[in-house]
């Protein structure tokens, strides 16, 4: 059974996309393993001696490295993903790269209609970063939208069709996942620059 | 103007908060920046309260006072960073004081993408609703390989990327005028331009007769049936014969011209010869317009004040002539607004006299003599530099038809007649800004747009409808 990162933009309560990554690990369970970590309450982001990384990241950034993919739950602040999800990734590309040729699915949840749609656009522009490297899948954006009211009691989503919808982007995701497996032996054209890279200030 | 400036990096030796730095340091001439701390903003968090965080509640005082905010961004992970991602969450939650201010976007970047995806991507956040600034469009500012640009003490080093950046802040210094409305006096500081001397238009009072021809008095009295000699006008308050008029207008004690609305030189109370004038004018060039008696290089100085008094900005206008030596000579043309009941522009009085004798007198009569103020400095012309001295709409007998040597006319009319001029007058040379409505956002309540407000509901913005949805999630907040 593959193994993947959960990992919900926000850490606030109530935050519909908590409970979206809640439920895709409910959901999946018997399929895939989904293992939840909390990314987003690390200091702010600042350059350090020595690339020294806060306590708790380079623990998470094994777990991502190990893992076959990663889940992300995105909110949309002001058109974008969260200060705080964007503080992850960039404390989790800061000398390391766990995220490099991995597999990650975007999912978000957002109050209104577009359900995170220029949130995603934008993480996917960031996991493309050469420090980041991620590998996404094309055409699958996940959005809840009108979140509030889109879980029942028990976390669960209720809309069937939206569930079926998910379904069918995971069944993608794994295709993405063994693609990426047999690639990862494959050289990276970039390894050469993103060493040169110092993180800009 | 006030600008305030925050870089996305409080890390010692960034390049961004070294542009900032840079720009308050140098472009003083255009604007008072101040460039703002963001080390001690935490991860933005909607459960807690910004109003905890000083530094938080100061950003938050400064980019509202301010005409507009500078932002430097640095690019991390192609887009910016979470500093400034955070601060913007901050101030677009409780508190937005972004809305509907003017942004502008620079960048440093090591590398020679010079930060073009973080800027483009700040854009878009500062378009959304609880941010809702006015980022300048165009004129970018980005700086690759910054690592070499600048030298020791913090200076950009290469004078073409000094003159670039400032003519970039210039057109903001503009955008910032148009977003706070204060644009549109700036545009209509051009207007002057559109002053007509030909007096190609009509008023009511407008004689229809030959204005250029050299008999215009004659002609334009027996037009109207005007009444002349021993015939009695009703003035406010008397009456006077044409003839009393004629003896009373010619011994005031300064030279008396008469312009109409239409730019037309109608009278004028010919006290003297025209070679004996202060400012000199022909009989006969009674009836024409301001064109025709003026020199060319006048033009633009009559259009000018014309304009000021016209539009009431100004009810007088003062020029002292070039040519006044201290002392001895201080000859004077006062433009004053004349209007009637309603306040409606009606022409210009112009008066010209020499100040001198009557402060001679004054000295006399008193037991006084004069002492220069060393606190201020007039130089011995006219209180002006010579090169922008003052143009005068008074009529220059060496334009037009006159078969005599120009008199020494004043010099090029200067577009800022402030000099010499009266304190009061106000003039720029900035390059106006079209002037265009800014709309205020209003609240839209039609689906789409209450949708977007939704979306960023998460964030914390509350909304009562949405916690009527799910009383289980907790306050929206």
């Known amino acids: 059974m593959k193994h993947y990162i959960g990992i919900a933009g926000t850490h606030a309560k109530g935050s519909t996309n908590t409970k979206l990554i809640n439920f895709i690990q409910k959901h999946l369970a018997g399929k895939a393993e989904v293992e939840l970590v909390d990314v987003t309450n690390w200091p702010v982001f600042h350059k350090t001696e020595n690339f020294a990384l806060p306590a708790g990241v380079k623990e998470v950034a094994d777990k991502i490295a190990a893992a076959d993919g990663v889940i992300i739950a995105t909110p949309e602040y002001d058109h974008s993903i969260p200060a705080s999800l964007m503080n992850g990734l960039a404390w989790l590309s800061y000398g390391i790269h766990p995220f490099d040729n991995k597999p990650v699915m975007i999912t978000g949840a957002s109050y209104g209609a577009l359900g995170t749609s220029r949130a995603q656009a934008h993480i996917r522009r960031i996991l493309d970063a050469p420090e980041i490297h991620a590998r996404t899948l094309s055409s699958s954006d996940f959005m809840v939208s009108r979140s509030l009211g889109a879980f029942d009691d028990e976390g669960n989503l209720t809309d069937a069709a939206l569930v079926k919808r998910f379904d069918a982007l995971f069944a993608e995701f794994e295709v993405l996942v063994e693609v990426v497996a047999t690639l990862a032996e494959a050289s990276r054209v970039a390894e050469a620059d993103a060493e040169k890279l110092a993180h800009e200030g | 103007m006030k600008l ?39 991860l933005f968090d909607r459960d807690l309260d910004y109003k905890d965080f000083p530094q938080l509640v100061e950003l938050n005082a400064k980019i509202s006072a301010a005409d507009g905010v500078i932002l430097a961004t640095p690019e991390h992970n192609h887009t910016t960073t979470v500093v400034m991602k955070s601060i913007l969450e901050w101030l677009s939650s409780d508190v937005h004081p972004f809305q509907d201010k003017a942004v502008m976007i620079v960048g440093a970047s090591y590398l020679i993408q010079g930060t073009s995806r973080a800027q483009a991507d700040l854009r878009e956040i500062l ?153 000199p004018r022909y009989p006969w ?55 009637d009941d309603n306040g409606q522009f009606r022409g210009i009085n112009e008066w010209v006299l020499d100040l001198w004798p009557i402060v001679k007198s004054y000295l006399d009569m008193t037991g006084q003599k004069l002492v220069q103020d060393p606190t201020k ?3 011995a012309e006219g209180g002006a530099s010579s090169s922008a001295a003052p143009a005068t709409p008074a009529v220059d007998a060496s334009a037009g038809a006159s078969e005599e040597e120009a008199t020494p006319a004043p010099a090029a009319p200067a577009v800022d007649a402030s000099a010499g001029a009266s304190d009061e007058e106000e003039t720029t040379t900035a390059t106006p800004v079209k002037p265009v409505q800014v709309e205020t956002t209003s609240v839209d309540t039609a689906a789409g747009a209450s949708d977007e407000e939704r979306d960023d509901a998460e964030k914390g913005i509350p909304d009562a409808a949405d916690e009527a949805v799910d009383t289980d999630a907790g306050a929206s907040m």
């Open chain 2, 4 to 42: 305030v400036a925050i870089a996305g990096s409080f890390d010692k030796g960034s390049y961004n908060r070294m542009l900032v730095d840079f720009m308050a340091k140098e472009y003083t001439d255009l604007a008072d920046i101040e460039v703002l701390d963001v080390d001690q903003v935490p």
């Open chain 2, 127 to 279: 378009d959304a609703p609880g941010v809702n600034a006015i980022p300048m469009t165009g004129n970018e500012f980005l700086m690759g390989n910054c690592q070499d640009k600048f030298d020791e003490n913090g200076n950009i080093s290469d004078e073409g990327t000094v003159k670039f950046l400032k003519g970039v802040l210039a057109k903001f210094t503009e955008w910032v005028n148009m977003v706070n409305g204060t644009g549109v006096v700036e545009a209509a500081a051009d207007d002057w331009k559109n002053e007509d001397l030909t007096a190609s238009g009509k008023t009511d009072t407008t004689i229809d007769v030959d204005m250029m021809s050299k008999d215009w008095v004659n002609q334009a009295s027996a037009k109207v049936n005007a009444a002349s000699d021993r015939d009695y006008v009703k003035l406010d308050s008397g009456v006077l014969s044409v003839n009393q008029l004629n003896w009373f207008l010619k011994t005031m004690p300064m030279e008396l011209t008469f312009m109409d609305d239409n730019a037309q030189f109608i009278y004028y109370n010919h006290m003297l010869d025209r070679d004996d004038m202060l400012a």
């Open chain 2, 285 to 339: 060039q009674t009836g024409m317009p301001m064109s025709e008696v003026h020199p060319e290089r006048a033009k633009d100085g009559v259009k000018y004040v014309i304009h000021q008094l016209r539009t009431g900005k100004k009810d007088l206008v003062e020029m002292p002539v070039p040519g006044n030596k201290l002392n001895e000579k201080w000859i004077m043309h006062y433009y004053k607004r004349m209007a």
């Open chain 2, 377 to 379: 400095a007039v130089d």
